[in-house]
């Protein structure tokens, strides 16, 4: 099938592992010239390496996009590569901050990297998609902005991304921008949550996938990826403020958007 994407540029970030890794592969995989930005430069330029290289157009970034300014120097960075059509944010995590009471402080830097980082990048990128008429957002969110999964905090600004998403999507759609997000549920990412958890309580993981996912085990970072291509593909041009649930069946709810 073609998803109608070949030789648009995309900007994905959290690339270096992971989700992030999955999709900017993803993407490069329908021809799609991709700017991956994370943190870790090895991981960085593993990931170029693995997708052509800059011989096949993609760029890698290792910044972190958290400091005041950062977003914007960015943009400044990678202006030579050419306007972007897509847009995958996918930074974002609960900072190992877990108590429902933590100071403001902390609350403003699950705030910066869940939510606020993606809204400051959007509002340098899709007014030039606005003016081309064409555009692709997606918000990687989670099942956490629907139900009660994980910290307070990450809940909150999880559900305020998703929130953003389906009004966001309404105000660009007449200039053919399509803002979208996706909830994944559990995913099994080397050197990620699970993959500790699974070393250090492995009773805990049996557990978890037993009574939480109904699909019995956990997502590949790849199932999530793939949602994500289409989601940014030509093809998806109704899927305007769509809320996309793709978690395994771990989400106990009836609806997504």
Not at 22 to 33: H, M, P, R, T
Not at 127 to 140: A, D, L, S, T
Not at 162 to 170: E, F, I, K, L
Request: glycine share 14%; aromatic share 8%; charged share 20%.
């Amino acid at each position: 099938m073609d998803l109608g994407i070949s030789g648009r540029r995309a900007l994905v970030t959290g690339a270096g592992r992971g989700l992030g890794r999955a999709i900017a592969q993803g993407l490069a995989q329908e021809g799609v010239k991709v700017v991956c930005v994370s943190r870790t430069k090895a991981d960085i330029d593993e990931l170029i390496g693995s997708i052509g290289g800059a011989a096949a157009g993609h760029l890698g970034i290792a910044m972190d996009l958290v400091p005041e300014g950062a977003p914007a120097e960015l943009m400044g960075k990678i202006a030579a590569f050419g306007p972007l059509d897509i847009v995958v944010h996918n930074a974002g995590g609960t900072l190992d901050i877990t108590n429902p009471f933590c100071s403001i402080e902390d609350w403003r830097k699950v705030y910066r990297f869940n939510f606020e980082m993606a809204v400051e990048l959007n509002g340098m990128i899709v007014p030039g998609m606005q003016q081309r008429k064409w555009g692709r957002v997606c918000h990687i969110s989670s099942i956490s902005a629907m139900e009660n999964h994980g910290p307070v905090t990450y809940c909150a600004m999880k559900a305020a991304l998703t929130a953003y998403t389906r009004s966001m999507g309404g105000v660009v759609a007449p200039d053919g921008v399509v803002v979208s997000a996706i909830l994944p549920g559990a995913v099994f990412t080397e050197g990620g949550y699970w993959d500790q958890t699974l070393r250090e309580r492995p009773e805990h993981v049996r557990k978890y996938l037993t009574e939480r996912q109904r699909i019995g085990r956990f997502g590949r970072p790849e199932e999530i990826a793939n949602f994500v291509v289409y989601i940014c593909s030509e093809l998806a041009s109704f899927n305007i403020g769509s809320i996309v649930p793709v978690d395994g069946g771990q989400g106990r709810g009836y609806f997504g958007q």
